[in-house]
């Protein structure tokens, strides 16, 4: 449903066809973003790697009925009905890939192909940092989510588990891999659109369903609830839209511009000193 509506959104957002000659430019500050970036990123990969160590098993959100016996709300439990799959394991793989592989380097590889095919293709690297940075803010924000709610996984609350409970079994909320896929798209999408990419309607529809057809895999390798990918939908279309929203900056002159000239005759210096205020 909302990769529809985003999907409708980008082909009604004009494309802006000055972007061809380099209108909107993706303006960063490398001195400070790199390093934030880089910290924020060294954040995301230890969350990842000592869930173990740092999330109980106890869980916040796993709600039980009056007999004691686990339940979960009505949308979450009627999607889950329809949209599992037998072959949990094969969905959970293909998620991964999409996520994880393939999206990353189609929209990585379009971007690329686009910017190097522009007379002026000195912009192909900040473009790509911009999309990286979209992905590591949402990811962060991700996992904090993720262990703040320790929402309990529905395999591990209402299915059979095949393993001992342990710690990553209450990071269900929000999906990590459809925030992932989410940032991505709208951040590229963005990216092209205000760059005048070709096929850049096109491509960003193609990016959107990718990014859904990963969160419908979740659902169905019974990792997330319907809610879980939802939210993760929105935090990585929010964050991707609004990083690439706020690096792409438009190119254009002065509206006023002074001048000043100081001469210092003593010394035969001239100071020029121009303001311009846009």
Known sequence: MWSAILTIAIISTPVDQEGVSGKYIPLISVQWELPVASFL????????????????????????????????????????????????GAADTLSSVTSFVALPA????????????????????????????SVI????????????????????????????????????????????????????????????????????????????VSGYLRIA?????FTDVLGGALLGASVGGLNAWFHMREKKNPAFSLNVYLVLHSSGVIMNVR????
């Open 41 to 88: 990123l060294l954040g995301w990969v230890s969350l990842e790697t000592l869930q173990e160590n740092l999330v109980t098993d106890a869980c916040r959100w796993c709600p039980v009925n009056d007999n004691g016996e686990p339940t979960v709300n009505g949308l979450d439990s009627w999607m889950r009905e329809r949209l599992v799959w037998q072959q949990k």
């Open 106 to 133: 189609l929209s990585s590889a379009y971007i690329a192909v686009a910017e190097l095919r522009k007379e002026q293709n000195g912009h192909l690297y900040p473009a790509l940092f911009v999309q990286a940075e």
């Open 137 to 212: 803010f949402s990811s962060v924000l991700t996992q904090m989510t993720k262990y703040l709610t320790l929402r309990r996984r529905p395999y591990a609350h209402l299915g059979q588990s095949e393993h001992a409970p342990h710690g990553n079994d209450n990071l269900s909320f929000v999906s990590g891999h459809t925030s992932f896929a989410f940032s991505l798209a709208t951040s590229t999408s963005i990216t092209a659109l205000k760059r005048g990419y070709p096929y850049a309607r096109v491509m960003s529809a193609g990016f959107f369903i990718a990014a859904a």
């Open 221 to 225: 390798a019974d990792k997330h609830y």
């Open 275 to 278: 303001f311009a205020l846009f």
